[in-house]
Every structure is written in structure tokens, then in C-alpha cells.
């Protein structure tokens, strides 16, 4: 049996997370190394998914759910406008196997990037 992930130690409360958003499924954190003003990392509480590919295929009513968390995280905090990227595979710099999403808001017109 594999070693559960740190995000499913997250879930279980083995690990403090600051925790902004949860449902019976999903579960919404701030990751530990903000790349943007809002910074929160969105994940399935269990980590059967590797990647969002094999979310899509295996689970899409839940991967809709971690959508619909991420549209609440920057509505919540935010002006609901948002980045939502899914590393997948190690050369795209995952470097968690348990399916994420990072929401990613604020930030960019200061660095003239809209
Ligand atoms: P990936 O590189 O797999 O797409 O994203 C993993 C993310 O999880 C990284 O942005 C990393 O900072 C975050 N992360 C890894 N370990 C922890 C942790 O223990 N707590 C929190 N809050 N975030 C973590």
C-alpha cells in the first residue's frame, strides 16, 4: 500500500493547513508557498486521482466539484476572477501525485501582465 499523500494528511487533519473552503469531497487550502496574492491550493480529500486526466476520466462529477470549490475560494476571496492550473506530470512541475488545482488570483496588474 502507497503512503497516503500530504494532501490527503491535510484532509485528515494530521498536518495544519490553513483551510479556507470544504466540502463532504474537496478540500481548500493555502499552499505554504504563495506564487500569487491568493494562493490556495483546491484537491480532492482522498488521493485515488493522480492528475486531473485521470480525474476527468475516472470521477468528472467530482472534478466539477473542485471546480465549483475553486469558483467559491476567489469569489470568497477575491473579486471572483481567477487562474486555475492543474500541473500534470513531473516535467510540467507536478510534484504531488494527488490531483490539485491551484487558484491563483491578484497580482498581475503589477506586473503589467492585463
Ligand atoms: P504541484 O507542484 O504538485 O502542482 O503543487 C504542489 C503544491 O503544494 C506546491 O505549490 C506546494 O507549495 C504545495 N504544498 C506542498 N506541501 C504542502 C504542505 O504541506 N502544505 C501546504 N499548504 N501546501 C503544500
Not at 48 to 71: F, H, K, N, S, T
Amino acid at each position: 500500500m502507497t503512503e497516503p499523500s500530504v494532501f490527503t494528511r491535510i484532509a485528515a487533519r494530521e498536518i495544519p493547513a490553513e483551510i479556507v473552503a470544504e466540502t463532504d469531497r474537496v478540500i481548500a487550502f493555502r499552499d505554504i508557498a504563495p506564487k500569487a496574492p491568493l494562493h490556495v491550493v483546491v484537491t480532492p480529500k482522498t488521493g485515488e486521482y493522480a492528475d486531473v486526466v485521470a480525474l476527468a476520466a475516472g470521477d468528472p462529477g467530482l472534478l466539477a466539484e473542485v471546480i465549483d470549490v475553486a469558483r467559491g475560494v476567489a469569489a470568497d476571496h477575491g473579486d471572483g476572477q481567477f487562474r486555475l492550473i492543474f500541473n500534470t506530470g513531473a516535467g510540467a512541475g507536478q510534484t504531488v501525485f494527488h490531483v490539485h488545482a491551484h487558484v491563483l488570483a491578484g497580482g498581475l496588474e503589477e506586473r503589467g501582465l492585463v
